[in-house]
C-alpha cells in the first residue's frame, strides 16, 4: 500500500538560509499535518490542512509558511534557518472522514542548520 | 490545548517481564489514543491504538487500557524481549483541538537480556 512520502530525507542548510520540505499523502487523504521533532524530544504540531485551507497552527514561527496544493501535496517553507531548526520533521496525512482520524506518517526530513 | 503526562520518562525490565507505561490526558473530548514506538531517527511507528468507546484492546503480547473518567490511559507489554527496548509515545487527539495529535514526552524502554 501506498505511504506517506516526504522529500528530501536530508538535508542540510546554513545559518540564515531557506528551506522547503515536501510531503505527499496517502492518495486520498485530505488531511495533512507538520510535526517538528528536536533531539530527545517529543513530536509537536507545527501545522495541519484539511482541503487545502489551513485548519489548525501550533508552535510554528513567523519565519515557517505551508500551503496544500490542489494535488493535496503539501510545502512546509523555512526562511532565516537558525541552528534551533535542525530536527526531524514529519508529516502526517489522514483522512477527514474518518470520525478518530487516524495519522499516517512519512519517513520525516532531517533538517540540520549549520 | 490538550496536555498528555507520560510516566515513567526511562524503564528498565529483564527479558520476559512486563513493562507499563502510563498517561494522562486533560482534553475530556479527546476519543483517540494511539501508541508509538520510535527508534532512533526513524518514523512514529503505530503500534497500537484505542478509541473512546472501548476501555481495552490487545494484540498479541500488547495491551492498552483507557479509563475516560480518569482521563488515563495505559501502555502493557508483556514477555518483552529486546526488540521491544525503543521510545514509546503516546498521544491523544481531540475533534476541540482539529484532531492534531498531542504527544506525551517519551518513554525510553530498555530491555536487559
Known amino acids: 500500500a501506498a505511504g506517506v512520502i516526504q522529500s528530501p530525507r536530508h538535508l542540510i542548510k546554513e545559518k540564515r538560509e531557506t528551506a522547503t520540505l515536501k510531503c505527499y499523502p496517502i492518495p486520498r487523504h485530505d488531511t495533512v499535518y507538520w510535526y517538528q521533532q528536536g533531539p530527545g524530544q517529543d513530536p509537536q504540531f507545527l501545522i495541519s490542512?484539511?482541503?487545502?485551507?489551513?485548519?489548525d497552527k501550533g508552535s510554528i514561527p513567523d519565519r515557517f509558511s505551508a500551503q496544500q496544493f490542489s494535488d493535496y501535496h503539501s510545502e512546509l517553507n523555512m526562511s532565516s534557518l537558525e541552528l534551533g531548526d535542525s530536527a526531524l520533521y514529519f508529516c502526517a496525512s489522514s483522512l477527514s472522514a474518518d470520525p478518530y482520524n487516524e495519522q499516517f506518517f512519512g519517513p520525516g526530513t532531517r533538517l540540520t542548520v549549520l | 490545548g490538550e496536555n498528555v503526562e507520560q510516566h515513567p520518562s526511562t524503564l528498565s525490565v529483564q527479558e520476559g517481564d512486563s513493562a507499563v507505561i502510563k498517561c494522562t490526558y486533560s482534553d475530556s473530548a479527546s476519543n483517540y489514543f494511539p501508541w508509538y514506538k520510535q527508534e532512533l531517527g526513524k518514523r512514529p511507528q503505530l503500534i497500537i491504538d484505542?478509541?473512546?468507546?472501548?476501555g481495552e484492546k490487545k494484540d498479541q503480547r500488547i495491551a492498552v487500557t483507557l479509563n475516560k473518567t480518569a482521563k488515563h490511559f495505559s501502555l502493557h507489554i508483556t514477555e518483552t524481549q529486546p526488540e521491544d527496548s525503543a521510545v514509546y509515545f503516546c498521544a491523544a487527539s481531540s475533534p476541540s483541538y482539529d484532531y492534531k495529535l498531542s504527544f506525551g514526552a517519551g518513554t525510553t524502554v530498555t530491555v536487559r537480556a
Open positions: 484505542i478509541r473512546s468507546n472501548v
Open positions: 490542512f484539511y482541503e487545502k485551507m489551513q485548519s
